[in-house]
T-cell receptor
């Protein structure tokens, strides 16, 4: 069966500091990978998606970037965090089929102070 | 504009008191409608996918149905462990290669009291 791991689970970072959130998927090959953000009182918003190694698409302009150095690894980064970057970040994966279900990781709570 | 609206925002039930959660949507070409359960501080857990009007799916005390404008999540004889936020999301047919661009509602927070 497939599993998705995301870390760290919680972090508190000062404004202007860098960020790196990591996500790995096990039990499948060539998955689509996604980063979502869930802000308080709002629905989940897609930030980035990737259909393969080195292939990243951004859905919204922002202070964040994503990379996919390996088939089942997805990284969310920032060079300088802003207060507005605080939120709950979720990594997710799906198969590459027309009818695909998105499966989410456990999430990472980021507080920028 | 594609959007998803869930109602009610919060629902309090007594154990055993059946009810339904609503998800209404407007989207250009529905590819799929998804229901997730989210516990506090956790990632959403997949429950159901519905693809066409008239489709129904069941899992334990939950049953999801779909029409051309809305979906219902029916909860029969709920238990306290069913307490969670239930999220509805749609996948539109006009999002090119971004199959993960689900449009989420804000969720319904369900509380079941013993």
């Amino acid at each position: 069966s497939q599993t998705i791991h995301q870390w760290p689970a919680t972090l508190v970072q000062p404004v202007g500091s860098p960020l790196s959130l990591e996500c790995t998927v096990e039990g499948t090959s060539n998955p689509n990978l996604y980063w979502y953000r869930q802000a308080a009182g709002r629905g989940l918003q897609l930030l980035f998606y990737s259909v393969g190694i080195g292939q990243i698409s951004s859905e919204v302009p922002q202070n964040l970037s994503a990379s996919r150095p390996q088939d089942r690894q997805f990284i969310l980064s920032s060079k300088k965090l802003l207060l507005s970057d605080s939120g709950f970040y979720l990594c997710a994966w799906s198969l590459r089929t027309m009818r695909n279900t998105i499966y989410f990781g456990e999430g990472s709570w980021l507080t920028v102070v | 504009e594609d959007q998803v609206t869930q109602s009610p925002e919060a629902l309090r039930l007594q154990e055993g008191e059946s009810s339904s959660l609503n998800c209404s949507y407007t989207v250009s070409g529905l590819r799929g409608l998804f229901w997730y359960r989210q516990d506090p501080g956790k990632g959403p857990e997949f429950l159901f996918t519905l693809y066409s009007a008239g489709e129904e799916k069941e899992k334990e005390r939950l049953k999801a149905t779909l029409t051309k404008k809305e979906s219902f999540l029916h909860i029969t004889a709920p238990k306290p462990e069913d307490s969670a936020t239930y999220l509805c999301a749609v996948q539109a047919g006009n999002y090119g290669g971004s199959q993960g661009n689900l449009i989420f509602g804000k969720g319904t927070k369900l509380s079941v009291k013993p």
